[in-house]
Nanobody
Framework: QVRLVESGGDLVQAGGSLRLSCAAS????????IAWYRQAPGQQREFVAR???????DYTASVKGRFTVSREDAKDTAYLQMNSLKPEDTGIYYC???????WGQGTQVTVSS
């Protein structure tokens, strides 16, 4: 059974940084795009970033220049480096293997003003 586990969420002040990790069970990252989504309280889940199997990246406009998505297939792990955090970045962050319809349980990020 494929599982994704996110970690690294925390409470941080505005302007701070966090690095989220997404670890997969099994050798499943190779050849798959990995995406990060987030869900703020009372809001729908929204796309944040994606890294393809070929390491091309895509970001939602609000995080471009602040967030960096990467992957380390040898460790079946993906990362989301988040810098210059803003209160509006607050939410539960999820990673996903979209092609397989697999989601992690999420990790909470809270940015205080």
């Amino acid at each position: 059974q494929v599982r994704l586990v996110e970690s690294g969420g925390d409470l941080v002040q505005a302007g701070g940084s966090l690095r989220l990790s997404c670890a997969a069970s099994g050798n499943i990252f190779r050849g798959a795009a990995i995406a990060w989504y987030r869900q703020a309280p009372g809001q729908q889940r929204e796309f944040v970033a994606r890294v393809s199997a070929g390491d091309s990246t895509d970001y939602t406009a609000s995080v471009k220049g602040r967030f960096t998505v990467s992957r380390e297939d040898a460790k079946d792990t993906a990362y989301l480096q988040m810098n210059s955090l803003k209160p509006e970045d607050t939410g539960i962050y999820y990673c996903s293997l979209e092609a397989l319809g697999v989601w992690g349980q999420g990790t909470q990020v809270t940015v205080s003003s």
